[in-house]
């Protein structure tokens, strides 16, 4: 093999700690290499023109670059040698910047440690074998899980894009938290007014297929061809035939289900349809509730029902969609505030989170938008607001700040003030996180138009005395002990990761950090993407976010699809396992272990079985490579002769 | 203690007394952000000087002084409130025991009737081993000057036979007095600093 | 028979000394054996702790030395306080950089041994079952308040028993008796801990809000599970009330006079008659007493 | 406080003559450790030079025969680095390879060689500071232990050793 | 006894043979050593035997290539063979990893009380004399020309055995003869050898197996006796794609190639010590598996070859176990 060896200066980022030049000339000393110069700045473009040039004149087979991490312009150097008619594989890179001259300022030791490096690299490249890619199929629909306003918002991109899109809900409607609030910050807008029309939308495009009360039963597959099971969870109605009549519901005996759109306030019917504007308009039944189901006489639903939807024998369903791309919206849950015993552990009726409050003062809620207190349904007059209830706060394991509270607070305190001019709110703070766009203006609106009692500083108990809660806190402004009897008390109860957020992640194979939120690819240049091909995140799954930014989210992850859904083909990774087949003895362990399932039998003449990779599902993570007893199976670009070979240059 | 309306914060700031504070206490200062919750949940905040939220401000801005000469540390009854319901998991009694500490070496107490009862507890115990409740209650009262402290209660307890006329002692006070002398002699054999092995029971929270 | 070391501490050796009398009886009636520790000495209590860490582990350190030497592996102490401190001895124990200090001082190591309440070994060796079986003279009809005081669960991390925030096991205990255990918000409050002494007003003010907190919630008596707390409830009460101008006549006793009484033990034996404010109100059998049990709860 | 920056707390003095030509080799996943040695070399955190770094896809491509030829040939030390557990950006590769990293660590000594010659670590992309960290203080441990004796036989030195097997 | 067992077991074999493709057993080649043999033929049933001469472990001739290579058809006749405890355990593991399945071998189990090294034998008699050789009462007798021999079988039994836990078969169709109780129960007794090694210093480890391994000619007799080597020719102590050892003779590429071998064992190994036996140089190669099945056992909890179910510990992991 003729090999080059360019030696980048980096202006003096590398040249300044090593000497390139000894670097050249030691490298033109080593197997192979026929050509071997430094450069000022190799990846500009006459560095570029200046390897095509050598690689012409000097008919080069391989080239090796001493720059920069690979991180940063392998890709780039790839281009320009594939330019000059080489295989992109035939390239290597020495880090001698980020591992060499950055690290250390000794010369002589940096030069001699770059010497190595190249060294390494040459060694490896005379291993390296051109590889190519092959294009695969791109299946054209978008699979969207979670159908909250994150959601809804790409589904509608794409779908408008003339995609087709099948959306998986868990719950029984779509719509998400945000269907649960009365209005929004900092407009007062009607939550219902402007995410309603974007439900029906839902339901009425053609090109979107609907799973609610579903969940993801399993995902195989990549980029572009992804296979995705969805488990019908059972409603015992059949949906095909419910007309949404709510006939059921209002004969339904069993009056005291949990009422779960309504946060446990007040209660539901066992058979149920969570609100009127509800999409899909479909019953389902909560199987714990039903008396038909629970052994007892009854089957009034199922008499009643005009069009016999009611099906007590229904069984859960799986069904199987073909996709290309995923966009993960699974939203947030709201922390349970049982963990501060100090504000009665979930003891107090009268002490309730932001949501519960959402749905008292929200119309179609427990009390049709009359604010009463829960425990005795009595107006209340004094009302006290809590922010930062498991938000920053590690001694509950949640240090993050939820980023919505402070709004959501000043909001319902407003709307508090307009359902009930008489009374007084007193917010508990300990900073005020405002930064949107006339979100700080609307804080200040609170205070100054609404005369809300904004007090600086936690509260340290809250209890019961009669019939008030007595809220004893602090005001670290005045340095005083502050003490408010109030007759409602709503803890501004913070956003943590969606329940089983992590066993989806499993699913979906991308990270999630120690609180379950998804992990972005890049925090700043990615933020929609992971690091899983093909799947992208939109809305509070990725960490605590409003409606407007939710919404953005949405629609950019919905770009994101419809750029990768602008090609028929992709490329495939060609640095995955191959077989040789050979020397595989059939023991099946690379199949055991592959994490992808991307290793399978297959049979040869005379039933002698092999292991095969399926190149496409491949990451290329080499464990089958590592576990091969033969070492029949090799990741190409990282075999062992590969990095046998680097070792070897550092046990001479 | 005298507040001042303009704190220099450079030329104030003893950066010395912030690593003694944390060193000692083994908790990490700069975690608290002022949340109140503390200043909160204290029952005694009403006696104090600066609000115990105040005294972790005043830590974090290395204001020996103001700290070691307050009220606040020597008023704090050690009853974990403060502790229990820190959103950062500070251990703040732990920092108030150390400030009371730090106050006692470098003779700032600035409470001496409760100082006074300190000693006279200690040194019961040193003497008999026990604590003589009977017997520490007037030498209190002699020292703190304050004569008829309880004495109301006499009667009534002497009615239900609670006092006691005659210390109950240990046997090997000897032991006990051995203590006192090797912990004494440690704590002051390095300039009045504590031993350098003396961190506190928590090196990590 | 589970054998169990016993520190007492100098309080019930004094003026709670009626503490030490119940306890002895109602852990000798659920088959736990104390074993009082030896030539014990006085744990040094806060004076001690605020004096240097290692005076106050050393003599709390003592007396559990003594205890393993016996071996007892654990120990309880009726007194808050004092199981601190014996907690404390432990922890100094367990810190690399005390450790040798401290051994030096106390002749060996004590970090195994496990340091109970009161409250948590009648909570976890006996429980509010077998409790409730062995009741003779419930307590039905008659309402108690539980107090814990600050000490007992807090911080959690170090009492490793029962909720800080809101413990009920104390709670559970008097429901076995029968009587009526309102949701008390004061549990954990403190009453003024050592400055019954040294600050009078503030033992005013402190205690005197639990008693008014009690009388509201129709309490008749005040369980407490603390010498410390007991004699600023009790034998302060009319300091109390004098400070309040108030007229609060709330008998407080200790859980296991309470407990003592539960199981038909005589009240003299108990030293019901030791307490300040006479807790005679308990001794009426109100079992009969329809409307009494309907209101209770 | 600002003792705190890592650019001022001076590794070892980096002379040629401390160096004792020592090698480490250090094999670093694509994603998460590779990324962090770049991290901690684009913030100027400076490291001792005898690490050389051999970029592997992930943690679960080793196999712990790689670190077997390294030491038995007379490498220095060996250290591995990856993804933190469930970071593992093929999602459990660094599994596989903890539990096969840690049996072989237990191993090494029994064939009488130094298993202080071997580490394994995590270390994300965006821990610069961490890198350091380990880098430095691997490559101490490397420098305490001395050049590496590898099981070469020198001449005229066969030990007879008793092997006390019934 | 001895006697009673082996008329058992010729009994069984008969009544059996006629459902059988082959079986697979031991015969008595000399009088101290026993030699495998393959029987298709009822008559020659009578040649098997059993008892301490049988060392032999016979499962790896089931897996060996081109067998291996060749699957067997679906309506291929069981084969029959004969096993120890330890080397049911090779069955097991077998079993586990899929080369053979459980329903393609019949299996009669032999308790075994331990078998004769014939090594240790030669430090008691020339073995060129010895006439015939017979166990009675855990005493081994010989007859050389000129006399009788008696030694405890105690002091000739071979090394695997001295901390044997498993000596009836922990897999078996019929059991032939009563079990035995085993020597050792538990990690402290059953690696004795290598706690004594464990306990030298480091460079004496060194230096033992320098010196130990200096010997090794590479004839790789070990690894082709080993009945979990399945990769045999393949083996990449041979092969150049990759080429992770070359033809040197030097004490470094022996190291590697015993680490390849033990580490292709981790967590497989099960301790039948066919290695060791074989070995020409009379190196402990045994010893070494014996350290990593030691691991095993104390980090993870796992013995290789008793739970046909379980899969091999390297093959798998725990994302919980952090201090493993």
């Known amino acids: ?652 | 203690m005298e507040r001042t309306n303009t704190l220099s914060i450079q030329q104030s700031r003893d950066s010395e007394f912030i690593r003694e504070v944390e060193e000692e206490s083994g908790q990490s200062v700069s975690k608290c952000y002022q949340c109140g919750n503390c200043m909160a949940s204290c029952v005694y905040t009403f006696a104090y000087d600066y609000p115990v939220t105040q005294i972790m401000r005043l830590i974090q801005l290395g204001q020996r002084d103001s700290v070691l000469k307050s009220d606040a540390i020597w008023l704090c009854a050690n009853c974990q409130a403060c502790t229990t319901r820190c959103p950062n998991n500070i251990d703040v009694a732990q920092v108030m025991e150390t400030l009371r500490i730090m106050s006692r070496k470098e003779h700032t107490v600035s409470q001496p009737d409760i100082q006074a009862f300190y000693d006279e507890f200690l040194r019961s115990v040193k003497t008999f081993g026990r604590v003589f409740e009977t017997g520490l209650l007037p030498v209190y009262n002699f020292r703190a000057k304050k004569p008829f402290t309880d004495l109301d209660l006499a009667p009534r307890l002497l009615k239900k036979g609670k006092l006691t006329f005659f210390p109950a002692m240990v046997k090997k006070r000897q032991k006990i007095a051995e203590i006192f002398e090797v912990v004494k002699r440690d704590r002051f054999s390095k300039d009045g600093k504590t031993r350098p092995e003396a961190h506190s029971a928590k090196t990590d929270s | 028979m589970k054998r169990v070391a016993y520190y007492k501490g100098c309080s019930l050796e004094g003026l709670a000394a009626e503490y030490d009398r119940s306890t002895r009886l109602v852990c000798e009636a659920f088959g736990i054996e104390l074993v009082e520790i030896p030539d014990w000495n006085c744990c040094g209590s806060t004076p001690a702790h605020s004096y240097d860490p290692l005076l106050s582990a050393a003599l709390a350190g003592r007396n559990l030395a003594i205890a393993a030497d016996q071996g007892c592996e654990m120990v309880m102490s009726p007194c808050p306080g004092c199981l601190k401190s014996l907690k404390g001895a432990q922890e100094t124990c367990e810190d690399p950089k005390l450790r040798k200090p401290f051994v030096d001082l106390v002749g060996r190591d004590v970090d195994g041994m496990k340091t109970v309440s009161l409250l948590q070994l009648l909570y976890e060796e006996v429980g509010p079952e077998a409790l409730q079986k062995a009741v003779r003279r419930p307590l039905t009809g008659h309402t108690l308040i539980p107090y814990y005081g600050c000490l007992l669960t807090r911080p959690a991390q170090k009492a490793k028993f029962d909720d800080p925030e809101n413990p009920v096991s104390l709670d559970r205990l008097l429901e076995a008796t029968g009587a009526a255990v309102p949701d008390f918000p004061y549990k954990t409050e403190c009453c003024g801990a050592t400055y019954g002494v040294t600050r009078n007003d503030f033992v005013g003010r402190l205690s005197g809000r639990i008693l008014d907190m009690a009388e509201r919630l129709g309490g008749e008596a005040i369980v407490v599970a603390c010498p410390l707390c007991q004699q600023n409830l009790d034998m302060r009460q009319d300091q109390i009330n004098k400070y309040r101008s108030s007229a609060f006549h709330l008998p407080v006793p200790y859980i296991s006079q309470v407990l003592g009484l539960a199981l038909g033990m005589s009240p003299k034996m108990l030293g019901l008659d030791k307490l300040c404010v006479s807790p005679d109100i308990l001794l009426e059998d109100r079992t009969q007493d329809r409307e009494a049990q309907g209101s209770a709860g | 406080m600002t003792d705190s920056n890592p650019r001022s707390s001076a590794p070892a003095e980096d002379t040629a003559a401390n160096r004792q030509g020592i090698k480490i080799v250090g094999f670093l996943c694509n994603w998460c450790s590779y990324g962090g040695a770049d991290t901690a070399g684009v913030c100027r955190f400076k490291q001792p030079t005898d690490l050389r770094v051999v970029r592997i896809p992930c943690t679960g491509r080793m196999d712990p025969l790689f670190i077997a030829k390294s030491l038995i040939y007379g490498v220095d030390g060996v250290l591995v680095s990856g993804c933190h557990p469930r970071d593992c950006h093929y999602a459990v590769g660094n599994f596989y390879a903890r539990r096969r990293m840690e049996a072989f660590k237990a191993f090494l000594p029994f064939m009488g060689i130094d298993t202080r010659r071997f580490k394994y670590t995590w270390v994300s992309a965006s821990e610069g500071q961490q890198w350091q960290k380990v880098v430095t203080e691997f490559s101490e441990q490397i420098h305490m232990l001395g050049p590496n004796p590898g099981v070469e036989l020198r001449s005229g030195e066969i030990l007879k050793v008793s092997s006390g097997l019934k | 006894m001895l006697e009673t067992d082996r008329n058992q077991l010729h009994k069984c074999v008969e009544e059996a043979l006629p459902e059988l493709d082959m079986m697979i057993g031991w015969t008595r080649c000399d009088p101290l050593q026993t030699t495998p043999v393959f029987i298709r033929d009822a008559k020659s049933i009578s040649s098997l035997t059993l008892g301490p001469f049988c060392s032999q472990n016979l499962a790896g001739y089931l897996v060996k290539p081109p067998a291996l290579d060749a699957p067997p058809k679906p309506d291929a006749k069981p084969i029959g063979i004969c096993v120890k405890g330890c080397d049911s355990r090779s069955l097991v593991a077998l079993i586990q990893e899929k080369f053979i399945t459980r329903q393609r071998v019949r299996i009669f189990g032999i308790p075994c009380g331990g078998t004769v090294d014939w090594r240790k034998v030669a430090r008691h008699v020339e073995l060129g004399s010895v006439k015939s050789a017979d166990v009675q009462d855990r005493v081994l007798v010989i007859e050389d020309s000129t006399t009788t021999h008696r030694i405890a079988l105690e002091e000739v039994l071979s090394r695997k055995c001295l901390g044997c836990r498993h000596p009836n078969p922990v897999i078996s169709d019929v059991l032939i003869g009563a079990e035995v109780s085993p020597r050792s129960t538990g990690m402290e007794t059953s690696y004795r050898d290598v706690d004594e090694l464990d306990a030298k210093p480091l460079e004496e480890r060194l230096a033992f197996w320098q010196s130990e391994l200096d010997r090794c000619i590479r004839c790789y007799a070990c690894r082709n006796a080993c009945p979990l080597c399945v990769c045999q020719d393949r083996c990449i102590v041979e092969t150049r794609e990759p080429r992770w050892l070359t033809q040197h003779v030097g004490v470094p590429e022996k190291f590697l190639f015993h680490f390849i071998h033990a580490m292709h064992l981790a967590g497989r190994c099960t301790g039948c010590g066919e290695c060791e036996r074989v070995c020409p140089m009379d190196i402990p190669v045994t010893l070494i598996k014996e350290k990593l099945n030691k691991i095993m056992e104390e980090m993870l909890g796992y013995s290789a070859g008793l739970d046909p179910e379980a899969v091999p510990p390297l093959l798998t992991f725990n994302p919980g176990e952090t201090e493993i």
């Open chain 1, 1 to 652: 093999m003729r090999i080059g060896v360019f030696v980048c200066n980096c202006g003096t980022n590398i040249a300044g700690t090593v000497d390139t030049k000894k670097v050249a000339a030691e490298a033109l000393g080593f197997a192979d290499v026929v050509y071997a110069t430094n450069y000022m700045y190799t990846c500009s473009e006459p560095g570029q023109q200046e390897i095509q040039r050598a690689i012409a004149e000097q008919g080069l087979q391989g080239v090796v670059v001493a720059a920069c991490s690979p991180r940063m312009h392998e890709p780039t150097f790839r281009r320009a040698v594939e330019k000059a008619g080489l295989n992109r594989y035939m390239f290597e890179m020495a880090n001698i910047r980020e591992h060499v001259s950055w690290i250390g300022n000794d010369r002589e030791a940096n030069t001699s440690k770059a010497i190595d490096l190249v060294r390494m690299a040459v060694a490896k490249l005379r291993f390296n074998a051109p590889l190519f890619s092959s294009k695969m199929p791109v299946n054209k629909r978008l699979l969207v899980i979670g159908g909250g306003v994150a959601g809804i918002q790409a589904a509608l991109d794409c779908a408008d894009g003339g995609m087709d899109v099948v959306m998986v809900e868990r719950q029984q409607y779509i719509g998400g938290k945000m269907a649960k609030l009365d209005k929004t910050f900092p407009t007062i807008d009607c939550s219902s007014c402007i995410l309603g029309p974007k439900m029906v939308d839902v339901a009425q495009k053609e090109n979107i297929t609907l799973y609610a009360a579903s969940e993801i039963e399993s995902i195989s597959g990549y980029i572009g061809n992804f296979t995705v099971e969805i488990r019908k969870k059972t409603t015992f109605v059949n949906w095909e035939a419910c007309t949404g009549c709510g006939a059921c519901m209002e004969k339904c005996p069993s009056k005291k289900a949990a009422d779960y759109f309504n946060e446990g306030l007040g209660a539901a019917r066992a058979i149920n349809i969570p609100f009127p504007q509800a999409i899909p308009k479909k019953a389902m039944i909560d199987a714990a509730y039903c008396r038909q189901l629970n052994g007892k006489k009854c089957g009034v639903c199922a008499k009643i029902c005009p069009v016999k939807a009611i099906d007590f024998e229904m069984k859960d369903e799986i069904v199987t969609e073909k996709v290309g791309a995923i966009i993960v919206a699974t939203g947030y849950d709201l922390f349970d505030h049982a963990v501060y015993g100090e504000y009665g552990g979930g003891r107090y009726p009268d002490v309730i989170s932001g949501l519960q409050y959402e749905r008292i003062l929200s119309a179609s809620g427990p009390f049709g938008g009359h604010i009463r207190r829960p425990s005795d349904g009595k107006e209340p007059k004094e009302i006290v607001f809590i922010s930062c209830v498991g938000s920053r706060d590690a001694s509950v394991g949640r240090p993050y700040c939820s980023g919505i509270c402070c709004m959501y607070i000043a909001k319902q305190a407003i709307l508090t003030r307009d359902h009930l001019p008489e009374s007084n709110s007193y917010v508990f703070y300990m900073d005020i996180r405002s930064p949107g766009k006339n979100y700080d203006e609307f804080v200040r609106r609170a205070q100054e138009e609404y005369g809300v009692q904004y007090i600086r500083g936690r509260v340290g108990k809250i209890y019961r005395r009669g019939e008030r809660m007595v809220v004893q806190g602090a005001d670290t402004l005045l340095g005083v002990q502050v003490e408010v009897e109030a007759d409602l008390v709503v803890l501004a109860t913070g956003v943590e990761s969606s329940l089983g957020a992590g066993e989806l992640a499993e699913k979906l194979r991308i990270s999630y950090d120690q609180y379950g939120f998804y992990m972005e690819s890049h925090p700043k240049l990615r933020p929609v993407e992971t690091n899983t091909a093909g799947v992208y995140l939109a809305g509070a799954c990725q960490g605590p976010k409003d409606i407007p930014s939710s919404v953005a989210q949405g629609s950019a992850a919905a770009s994101k699809v419809q750029s990768l859904f602008a090609h028929d083909t992709i490329e495939t990774n060609p640095q995955v396992a191959l077989v040789n087949e050979r020397n595989c003895i059939a023991c099946g362990k690379c199949i055991q272990v592959c994490p992808f399932g991307a290793i399978q039998w297959k049979e040869l003449r005379g039933g002698i079985k092999k292991a095969e990779v399926l190149a496409s599902v491949c990451q290329g993570c080499g464990v089958c490579n590592a576990t091969c007893p033969p070492k029949a199976i090799q990741l190409q670009h990282a075999t062992d002769n590969q990095i046998l070979a680097e070792v070897n240059e550092l046990c001479a």
